[in-house]
């Protein structure tokens, strides 16, 4: 069965960097696009950015300039780099790729920014 396991995510302090990392496994074909989505507390989850396998790369406005996604499409890997984080940015991170039609998510992991 399909899985995608997240890690990286933590507690920093703001204007700090993370690196979140997801990896996908149980499956031989290249999931496209895969991104990362997030939730606050109370709040509807939302698209963070995404990235194609051609490296085509959608951003949310509120992301722009700070966070940068990448992949490694041999190892069904997806990457996101934050950097001047800020404490709106605290939310569950949740894993995205799509094969064919079906969508598949990660477990989660939890970002936390401290002011």
């Known amino acids: 069965q399909v899985q995608l396991v997240e890690s990286g995510g933590g507690l920093v302090q703001a204007g700090g960097s993370l690196r979140l990392s997801c990896a996908a496994s149980?499956?031989?074909?290249?999931?496209?696009?895969m991104g990362w989505y997030r939730q606050a507390p109370g709040k509807q989850r939302e698209l963070v950015a995404m990235?194609?396998?051609?490296?085509?790369?959608t951003y949310a406005d509120s992301v722009k300039g700070r966070f940068t996604i990448s992949r490694d499409n041999a190892k069904n890997t997806v990457f996101l780099q934050m950097n001047s984080l800020k404490p709106e940015d605290t939310a569950v991170y949740y894993c995205?790729?799509?094969?064919?039609?079906?969508?598949?998510w990660g477990q989660g992991t939890q970002v936390t920014v401290s002011s």
């Open positions: 990235i194609s396998t051609s490296d085509s790369t």
């Open positions: 995205n790729g799509r094969l064919f039609v079906r969508d598949y």
């Open positions: 149980g499956i031989i074909f290249t999931l496209n696009p």
